[in-house]
């Protein structure tokens, strides 16, 4: 099951990484300007924010088996119509169709790890199948974009749409049925409701930088380093794996008990240091990769912890909601950073562009640093 919803993340956001990885042939090809690369991601993380909600109702309601095969089989929809995209027009509107089963990730897999996980392996199962996003950014930033080399970007997409189909399929066989939902409660406890509307506010501002990293990183490295489209790409696979290995750590860090609440701050502070690297890459070039690796160890892994929390404090019935609303706050910022950052970088440089992200980051510590006090003032 950690391998299928490990997969399930990865495909749930290939495009935001194909996108990325693929950027310098998306625009030469499609003729598109980096503001509008920008809105392909908002088109994505607009819809999955709007739709969070609603899919977060929807899991709670139907259960977790069915939405995760859904999810899977929309993600295959919605990358092969970018695979036969024509234009920016359609190039959208696929990416937005994707929005769909990104709202339905967290919410259903954290379900799923509720029903069949033990308490004390939850930490490392959540942070196990949260990389699972890394591993998309890996998988389209190295072998599909060697695979694009060979064959075209439309290709390559095409194959990420096919396995999607096949993992779907894989869904269906091996999950086990859904069980009856109990009545959730019509209000979860204050301290909950609070918990959650900070985690979403955090997500919000680390969504704004990580979306802004992940979509203009590789195009970076081309336009302004002089890297290869190909080498530009593998900066996303390096930011991949090191995000594989900090959800990964840092997930079971936060299943133990006590710790989780203290971490957020200090991997948001940890990922305004990545992006102030990025601004002295502009000068240092070597220092993208170093930057790549710690966007990924802290800005990525963030996140991760924050869905940890979300299953240690989730009110009974509602961790399908909890998850979703954080996770449309994510959404949101991934929404509106790219486009921000794009127009700043085109108006002045990406040096400001970096510093931006910088800010964003250190926007999310802030609203992290009160969560440890509040876990001391519960338990008081």
Same mark, same amino acid.
């Given at each position: 099951m950690t391998l299928l919803l490990t997969s399930a993340m990865a495909f749930s956001m290939m495009q935001l990484f194909l996108i990325g990885a693929l950027g310098p042939r998306l625009v030469g090809e499609l003729g598109m300007s980096r503001t509008v690369l920008g809105l392909t991601t908002t088109a994505g993380f607009g819809a999955a924010a709007l739709l969070s909600p609603a899919a977060g109702r929807l899991?709670?309601?139907?259960?977790?088996?069915?939405?995760?095969? /859904?999810?899977?089989?929309?993600?295959?929809?919605?990358?092969?119509? *970018?695979?036969? $995209?024509?234009?920016?027009?359609?190039?959208?509107?696929?990416?937005?169709? @994707?929005?769909?089963p990104q709202a339905l990730a967290n919410p259903a897999t954290n379900k799923l790890i509720l029903a069949a996980v033990p308490a004390e392996r939850r930490? &490392?199962?959540?942070?196990?199948?949260?990389?699972?996003?890394? !591993? @998309?950014? !890996?998988?389209?930033?190295?072998?599909?974009?060697?695979?694009? /080399?060979?064959?075209?970007?439309r290709g390559a997409v095409?194959?990420?749409? &096919?396995?999607?189909?096949?993992?779907?399929?894989?869904? /269906?066989?091996?999950?086990?049925?859904?069980a009856v939902a109990a009545a959730p409660?019509?209000?979860?406890?204050?301290?909950?409701?609070?918990?959650?509307?900070?985690?979403? *506010? !955090?997500?919000?501002?680390?969504?704004?930088? *990580?979306?802004?990293? +992940?979509?203009?990183?590789?195009? !970076?490295?081309?336009?302004?380093?002089?890297l290869s489209p190909t080498t530009a790409a593998a900066l996303v696979a390096v930011l991949g794996v090191a995000g594989i290995g900090g959800r990964v750590g840092w997930s079971r860090v936060a299943g133990r008990p006590g710790r989780a609440e203290a971490l957020p701050a200090l991997l948001a502070a940890?990922?305004?240091?990545?992006?102030?690297?990025?601004a002295v890459a502009v000068l240092t070039p070597?220092?993208?990769?170093?930057?790549?690796?710690?966007?990924?160890?802290?800005?990525?892994?963030? +996140?991760?912890?924050?869905?940890?929390?979300?299953?240690?404090?989730?009110?009974? @019935?509602? $961790?399908?909601?909890?998850s979703a609303l954080v996770s449309a706050g994510f959404f949101a910022g991934f929404a509106v950073g790219p486009p921000l950052f794009g127009a700043?970088?085109?108006?002045?440089?990406? @040096?400001?562009?970096?510093?931006?992200?910088a800010a964003e980051f250190a926007g999310a510590a802030m609203v992290a640093v009160p969560l440890r006090s509040r876990r001391q003032g519960e338990d008081g």
């Amino acid at each position: 099951m950690t391998l299928l919803l490990t997969s399930a993340m990865a495909f749930s956001m290939m495009q935001l990484f194909l996108i990325g990885a693929l950027g310098p042939r998306l625009v030469g090809e499609l003729g598109m300007s980096r503001t509008v690369l920008g809105l392909t991601t908002t088109a994505g993380f607009g819809a999955a924010a709007l739709l969070s909600p609603a899919a977060g109702r929807l899991v709670d309601r139907v259960g977790p088996r069915r939405c995760l095969v /859904a999810l899977l089989l929309l993600a295959a929809v919605s990358l092969a119509l *970018i695979g036969a $995209a024509p234009g920016t027009a359609v190039l959208l509107l696929a990416v937005a169709l @994707g929005g769909l089963p990104q709202a339905l990730a967290n919410p259903a897999t954290n379900k799923l790890i509720l029903a069949a996980v033990p308490a004390e392996r939850r930490g &490392g199962v959540t942070g196990l199948k949260q990389s699972g996003v890394q !591993f @998309g950014a !890996f998988v389209a930033g190295l072998p599909l974009s060697l695979l694009a /080399a060979g064959v075209g970007w439309r290709g390559a997409v095409w194959t990420a749409a &096919g396995t999607a189909a096949l993992a779907a399929g894989w869904a /269906a066989l091996v999950l086990p049925p859904d069980a009856v939902a109990a009545a959730p409660r019509s209000r979860p406890p204050r301290p909950v409701r609070g918990l959650t509307r900070q985690l979403a *506010i !955090f997500s919000l501002l680390l969504g704004c930088g *990580i979306a802004s990293v +992940n979509t203009y990183l590789a195009l !970076f490295g081309s336009q302004r380093l002089g890297l290869s489209p190909t080498t530009a790409a593998a900066l996303v696979a390096v930011l991949g794996v090191a995000g594989i290995g900090g959800r990964v750590g840092w997930s079971r860090v936060a299943g133990r008990p006590g710790r989780a609440e203290a971490l957020p701050a200090l991997l948001a502070a940890g990922a305004v240091g990545a992006a102030l690297l990025l601004a002295v890459a502009v000068l240092t070039p070597v220092l993208v990769w170093v930057a790549a690796i710690a966007v990924g160890s802290f800005a990525v892994s963030a +996140n991760a912890v924050s869905m940890v929390l979300v299953l240690q404090r989730a009110a009974p @019935g509602r $961790a399908g909601q909890d998850s979703a609303l954080v996770s449309a706050g994510f959404f949101a910022g991934f929404a509106v950073g790219p486009p921000l950052f794009g127009a700043l970088v085109s108006a002045t440089g990406y @040096g400001p562009g970096w510093l931006l992200v910088a800010a964003e980051f250190a926007g999310a510590a802030m609203v992290a640093v009160p969560l440890r006090s509040r876990r001391q003032g519960e338990d008081g």
